[in-house]
């Protein structure tokens, strides 16, 4: 278990829905990957993700499913892409990356509590 954090410290991590709008295949980065544009709703907008997570995902299973991600982090030049968002998932047995989502669809942006 890592070091304990405040409750203060958890609320200033924003964990927000949103939904894949649009997928495109990555091969400049160094490690399979995927660009993802996910919606977060009006406040948010659109924003971009760079996600490692071809083992299990394609475009064609991506568009439309309903992501959890971490908003507020500084985005991140990945190669040619700035990745605006950290998209979560636990890894599966062999260490390669489930999303997580919430079991009933939800409205784009909402935040975790």
Do not use: C
């Not at 439309?64 to 991140?76: D, K, L, S």
């Amino acid at each position: 278990m890592e070091d304990s954090l405040s409750f203060d410290d958890f609320l200033r991590v924003d964990i927000r829905l949103g939904t894949i709008v649009d997928v495109k295949p990555f091969p400049e980065a160094r490690k399979p990957a995927l660009k993802l544009w996910i919606d977060f709703g009006e406040v948010i907008g659109i924003k971009k993700s760079s996600a490692q997570i071809t083992a299990h995902y394609g475009p064609d299973n991506l568009t439309g499913r309903q992501v959890v991600a971490v908003v507020n982090f500084p985005p991140r030049q990945i190669g040619p892409f700035m990745s605006e968002v950290l998209v979560l998932g636990f890894p599966d047995s062999r260490g390669e990356v489930v999303l997580i989502a919430p079991d009933r669809k939800l409205q784009n942006g909402v935040r975790l509590f």
